[in-house]
């Protein structure tokens, strides 16, 4: 059995693994790759094996970075079937569609404004081939073992990172070894997810290390976000927080309404303005089995939060002039809605900018958090005026010291653990750090390496 690392190494975008025996292949995980151009333009690059040749998918969560070129794959010729949680299974049923929608929507865009050197801007797959796509998946509950392929015996486990979130663990029947997938790695004391369940069993583990350099903040985020707020509608400005659809979004409208409960706040108007995130947040609603909140307060998101989902509804609170909460994707500011509440609000010192979580280099989120005077929308820059904020506390990843907290938690006796989805600093720490406490063989791997299992 051999391991082939497709993406997600030496940055947290892009995440694809190729298990190769004599006579098959499965892929876990089928990411877009975001964040700097060089790194976008591998989406365009032919994938690194021919999609053919690939028996069957398995995706660790729904995550665009995750998932999101499933449907360039099956476009290029990929046959199998797609194995995911129900979880992960709802939630791309809308994350994929909306990706298709959107690269469509820039690409007219570019192509009106006249801001791509392409001279004809084409998306990198459509709407159309999303539902295509989305046709050759197959869901499944946690801790159902199943055989993707045949030798191969898969079973998921919760990571708690967002809804539907597993560690896949695929089990070689004839080799008699195990690679364990983490995913994306979930908070131990998180907000509104359970904790990740500990694994039992690895021979190979391919941990993530997206906060392998750092640790969250221990400032309370409940009370960091009241005074943002506060002081933001205090002199009449409005408060945007670009936010992850999935996940991150659900836990802001509950944050918020929380607080806005307890009188922390001024009573504002809270919008949600992303159709993919309205939607998942009533995938959330149903699903309120699988995490911490009550359907009773799944209810209070729904009934206090103004859902924008017309585009005229969207261009109307564009013009918004009153303190308000707007919620809208996506969370690094790397497309969608969001960037022209930016193009509005950023001129403006009344205003705020609330970033909920890691913001990858070469995102405009990235260029927000870490002081630019303007950033490029659309094709023209637009002054920074506004306050801008990251509540790191907000992370729906876990940091080093939970994810070492975690390995611990369970009966790990790793051959080789490998360490990707992080910047280069953050994966070789995280190493570091696995090795001096567990004195395992811990490797960081590049590109395209393939190793023996």
């Known amino acids: 059995m051999k391991l082939r690392f497709l993406g997600a190494t030496g940055t947290v975008t892009g995440s694809r693994y190729l298990i190769s025996d004599d006579k098959h292949r499965l892929l876990v995980d089928c990411g877009m790759y975001q964040g700097v151009k060089t790194l976008r333009r591998r989406n365009w690059a032919a994938f690194p094996v021919d999609p053919h ?6 995706l660790t969560h729904a995550h665009i970075d995750h998932s999101g070129y499933l449907p360039a794959l099956v ?14 299974h709802e939630l791309c049923k809308v994350l994929l569609p909306d990706a298709g929608f959107l690269q469509e929507e820039d690409a007219k865009y570019a192509f009106r404004k006249k801001y791509s050197k392409h001279t004809k801007p084409e998306p990198l797959f459509t709407e159309k081939d999303a539902w295509e796509a989305l046709k050759h998946f197959q869901s499944l509950h946690y801790h159902e073992t199943f055989e993707p392929v045949k030798g191969f015996h898969v079973t998921f486990t919760p990571a708690g990172h967002i809804l539907g979130s597993s560690c896949v663990h695929v089990h070689h029947k004839a080799a008699d070894k195990t690679i364990v997938f983490s995913g994306d790695v979930g908070r131990q004391n998180d907000i509104i997810m359970r904790p990740p369940e500990p694994i039992q069993k690895a021979d190979v583990l391919v941990c993530e290390s997206t906060y392998g350099d750092r640790l969250h903040s221990e400032v309370d ?5 009241a005074t943002i707020i506060k002081r933001t509608a205090g002199r009449g400005g409005i408060v945007l927080i670009p936010a992850f659809a999935v996940g991150r979004a ?3 409208l509950y944050v918020i309404h929380k607080i806005m409960g307890e009188g922390r706040i001024p009573k504002l108007p809270v919008y949600l303005n992303s159709p993919m995130a309205i939607k998942a947040t009533e995938i959330f609603c149903r699903h309120h089995k699988e995490h911490k909140l009550t359907a009773e307060q799944c209810g209070t998101i729904d009934e206090n939060t103004k859902f924008v989902r ?6 109307e609170l564009d013009a918004a002039r009153y303190p308000c909460v707007i919620i809208s994707a996506s969370g690094m500011a790397s497309g969608g809605r969001v960037l022209h509440h930016l193009k509005t609000l950023l001129p403006n010192e009344r205003n705020s900018i609330v970033f909920a979580g890691f913001q990858a280099p070469g995102t405009r989120g990235d260029a927000l958090v870490n002081g630019a005077e303007s950033v490029k929308i659309h094709g023209e820059y637009w002054p920074v005026k506004a306050d801008v904020f990251n509540l790191d506390s907000l992370s729906a990843h876990g940091d080093y010291q ?10 790990l006796r790793p ?3 490998y360490v990707t989805h992080g910047e280069l600093v953050a994966s070789d720490l995280m190493r570091r750090r696995i090795c001096e406490k567990f004195e395992w063989d811990v490797e960081v791997p590049e590109l395209f390496d393939e190793v023996e299992v």
């Open 402 to 411: 939970e994810i070492l907290e975690w390995l611990e938690q369970g009966n």
């Open 310 to 315: 017309k585009v005229e509804e969207s261009i």
């Open 221 to 225: 985020p409940e009370t960091e976000l």
């Open 415 to 417: 051959l080789t653990v």
């Open 75 to 88: 476009k290029n010729g990929f046959k199998g079937t797609i194995y995911c949680t129900k979880g992960t």
């Open 53 to 58: 040749t690939i028996d069957a998918v398995v």
């Open 250 to 252: 659900q836990m802001l």
